[in-house]
């Protein structure tokens, strides 16, 4: 039976360090502030976290690095500041409902072993079936250049699967705004593709609509 947490305010819990796993949890409700969440010393991924819901919560003020999600769902996220998971893998995670900004990227470039936690992450990359359904999310903002494009799920008609080879001898700052940003990505991330964000919740969505079909007309997508 899952541990369920409801209405609480978490503060200040640190987690760092490898070899340790949580599982069967469901926070309901309850704000993170000021949490931490990681581990810079096993590029295999040996903090996990497993069957987790987050429902209508609250993140502010927390950092994730190099953890490894299995079968978690996340509903309705709102995010103080932009939330980010830096050098993590997912499998089977699931973000629906109101996002706040997020984004999914590869290990820091400050990480103290960047270039051997990034191969880490591509290794562990090949076991995982499918990592991320972002299909009835809407964001804020988002990104997620450190998950392989190939193992998102995603709505096809804001969001967009862009690939490496596209773009080859491409400047980005040729592109429209936030093409130009996307095709950027490519020089951060290990993967050859990633899935491409306009957030609905975002002012700016019908700019980010519009780089899209420019993408499309250019036939640089999928």
């Not at 926070?27 to 987050?54: H, I, K, M, N, Y």
């Not at 096809?156 to 690939?163: A, H, I, M, N, T």
């Not at 940003?181 to 899935?195: G, K, Q, Y």
């Amino acid at each position: 039976m899952a541990l369920r947490v409801e209405g609480e305010t978490i503060e200040g819990a640190r987690v760092i360090g490898s070899g340790k796993k949580y599982s069967n949890v469901e926070l309901a409700g309850a704000t993170l502030r000021s949490c931490v969440l990681a581990q810079f010393d096993d590029p295999t991924f040996g903090l996990e976290v497993r069957d987790v819901l987050l429902d209508r919560c609250t993140m502010d003020r927390c950092a994730v690095q190099g953890v490894y999600f299995e079968n978690v769902t996340v509903n309705d996220l709102k995010a103080k500041q932009a939330h980010s998971l830096d050098g993590c893998v997912l499998s089977r995670v699931v973000l629906k409902g109101k996002i706040g900004t997020i984004t999914v990227g590869p290990p820091l470039s400050t990480h103290p072993d960047e270039e051997r936690f990034t191969q880490g992450m591509v290794e562990k990359y090949r076991e995982v079936e499918w990592a991320l359904d972002i299909s009835e999310a809407s964001f804020v903002d988002a990104e997620f250049y450190g998950v392989p494009g190939e193992l998102v799920r995603y709505d096809p008609e804001s969001q967009v699967l862009l690939k490496r080879e596209k773009f080859q001898g491409i400047q980005p700052r040729d592109l429209p705004g936030f093409a130009g940003i996307w095709a950027s990505r490519f020089t951060l991330t290990p993967f050859d593709s990633f899935v491409a964000v306009a957030p609905k919740r975002s002012k700016k969505f019908p700019e980010y609509m519009r780089d899209i079909e420019w993408l499309h007309d250019q036939g640089m997508i999928g």
